[in-house]
C-alpha cells in the first residue's frame, strides 16, 4: 500500500456517500502509469495527459451513490483504467481514449445514483382519509435500464425500514402502485425496489397514514347493536333465571343482578308496599268501625 492510498482509504471508511470521483478511487500512481502507456516514460506531455483524465470525469463528481455502493464504484474506475491502459498499449492517441472512456462509465456510473442508502428524508409521508384513491410512485432522476424489476413490498400498521417486516406484494415492471379505495386496513409502510438481477438500484419508502372517518364507524357500532338485539333467524336467545330464595341473596349475588332479576325485584318491592298499604286501611277502617 502507498502512502498515497492512505487518504483514499480513511475517505471511504468514513464518508456515508461518495462522489464519481476518478481520483478518490484512484492513486497518482496509477493515473501516471495510464499515461505512460500513451505517451512513454519520459515525455513532456504526461501533466497535460493527467489533465485530460480530470477534465473528462469532472462531470461525475455530483452524481452521489450510498455508502454500500462505495465498492462498485471503486471497480467502475477500476476497470475504466485498465481500458485506458489497453488503449495506450494499441497506440491510440490519448486525446481520443479518455473521451471515449469516461462516456463508457457514464451508464455505470449513473446507474449506482440513489442506490440502496436511503438519503433523508428516508421516509415520505402520504395523508390519506378513508375512500380515498392512493397513488404511490416509485419515481428516479435518471434512466432505468430495460431488464430491471419493480418489487412493491408493505409492513402493516407500522412506520420501519428493516426489511424484516415487509412481504412482497408485487413483482413486475409498474413503477406506480394503486389503491382504490383506501381504508383503514392499508394503513402502514410501502418500500418500492428497483433491481437488476440482485442488485438493487433504488429502494423508497412510503408512510400511508390513513384517517377513517366517523360516519363509518358509527355505522359499524349501528350494526353491532342491531345484531345484538336482533338475533339471527335460528338463533334463540335464551336466558337462565335461578331461583332466589331472599333478598338478601339476591343483593349479595352480583351476578344475579340481569335484567330478569331487576324485574323480580321491583315487582317484589311493589307488591310489599301493596301489602303495606292494604294493611293500614285495613287498620284505619276497623279503628273507625270500633268508634
Not at 495527459?49 to 470525469?57: E, G, I, Q, R, W
Not at 421516509?123 to 392512493?134: F, L, M, N, S, W
Not at 402502514?188 to 440482485?198: F, K, L, Q, R, V
Request: proline share 5%; with cysteine; hydrophobic share 45%.
Amino acid at each position: 500500500m502507498t502512502p498515497t492510498e492512505y487518504p483514499v482509504l480513511l475517505w471511504l471508511a468514513f464518508s456515508s456517500q461518495a462522489g464519481a470521483c476518478l481520483y478518490c478511487f484512484s492513486t497518482e500512481g496509477k493515473r501516471i502509469r495510464v499515461c505512460e502507456y500513451f505517451l512513454g516514460y519520459a515525455n513532456g506531455q504526461q501533466k497535460a495527459c493527467l489533465s485530460a483524465l480530470t477534465a473528462a470525469f469532472q462531470p461525475y463528481v455530483k452524481i452521489q451513490v450510498g455508502v454500500s455502493e462505495m465498492e462498485k464504484l471503486k471497480d467502475i474506475f477500476g476497470r475504466i483504467l485498465f481500458y485506458l491502459e489497453e488503449k495506450g498499449m494499441a497506440k491510440v492517441p490519448y486525446r481520443q481514449a479518455i473521451p471515449e472512456a469516461a462516456a463508457k462509465v457514464q451508464k455505470e456510473v449513473e446507474g449506482l445514483q440513489a442506490a440502496p442508502a436511503c438519503i433523508p428524508p428516508c421516509v415520505r409521508y402520504v395523508h390519506k382519509a378513508e375512500g380515498d384513491i392512493t397513488i404511490l410512485r416509485c419515481t428516479v432522476k435518471f434512466t432505468i435500464p430495460p431488464e430491471t424489476i419493480i418489487r412493491w413490498k408493505f409492513a402493516k400498521d407500522i412506520i420501519s425500514q428493516d426489511l424484516a417486516y415487509f412481504e412482497v406484494l408485487y413483482t413486475g415492471m409498474d413503477l406506480t402502485f394503486l389503491i382504490r379505495p383506501t381504508t383503514g386496513a392499508h394503513g402502514g409502510t410501502y418500500a418500492c425496489e428497483i433491481a437488476e438481477e440482485d442488485d438493487v438500484l433504488v429502494r423508497k419508502f412510503f408512510y400511508l397514514n390513513v384517517t377513517v372517518k366517523r360516519l363509518g364507524k358509527e355505522k359499524e357500532l349501528q350494526a353491532m347493536f342491531h345484531d345484538i338485539l336482533n338475533p339471527p333467524p335460528g338463533v334463540a336467545s335464551v336466558e337462565v333465571v335461578e331461583p332466589i330464595s331472599s333478598l338478601q341473596d339476591l343483593l349479595q349475588d352480583p351476578d344475579s343482578l340481569r335484567k330478569t332479576g331487576v324485574l323480580l325485584l321491583l315487582l317484589g318491592l311493589f307488591l310489599s308496599s301493596m301489602l303495606v298499604t292494604l294493611l293500614l286501611m285495613g287498620v284505619y277502617f276497623w279503628a273507625t268501625d270500633v268508634k
